[in-house]
């Protein structure tokens, strides 16, 4: 595996690697985050179609959904803005969502774009 990124919590990936073990961790991280970038790719078509539709009840769901595997991951940033997209209630205007939502996405694009090769 090619050096973590510093948005990857290093804890976390070793964390992962002492409760498999050295031998199996690569293959396994390797699926997991391939895995993760297939979910994140799904995750930001659906982040942007629902938010363009005002569908805040499937916006919340999908940030649900993305927050808990990047945690798991240790994507803290990610996992922080997912947080905060599940609790949002409409509070804020949607251009300030729009400018949090397009970071979160070109924080994946880098981090798809690192897995891509990382293995």
């Known amino acids: ?3 973590l990124p510093d948005y990857i919590s290093r804890g976390q990936i070793d964390n992962i690697i002492s409760s498999v073990g050295e031998e199996i961790a690569d293959t396994l991280l390797e699926e997991v985050f391939q895995i993760f970038s297939e979910d994140s790719r799904t995750s930001i078509e659906k ?3 629902f938010f363009d539709q ?3 009840m499937a916006f919340q769901k999908t940030a649900h959904h993305l927050k808990g595997a990047a945690i ?4 803290d940033e990610v996992g922080s803005i997912c947080m905060q ?3 949002y209630t409409g509070e804020l205007p949607s251009s300030e969502i729009r400018v949090v939502l397009d970071d979160l996405i070109n ?3 880098v981090l ?3 897995i891509s090769t990382a293995f």
């Open 85 to 87: 997209f599940e609790n």
């Open 107 to 109: 924080k994946l694009r």
């Open 1 to 3: 595996m090619k050096e």
């Open 112 to 114: 798809n774009e690192w």
């Open 47 to 49: 982040f942007n179609q």
């Open 54 to 56: 005002g569908d805040l």
């Open 72 to 75: 798991n991951l240790g994507l």
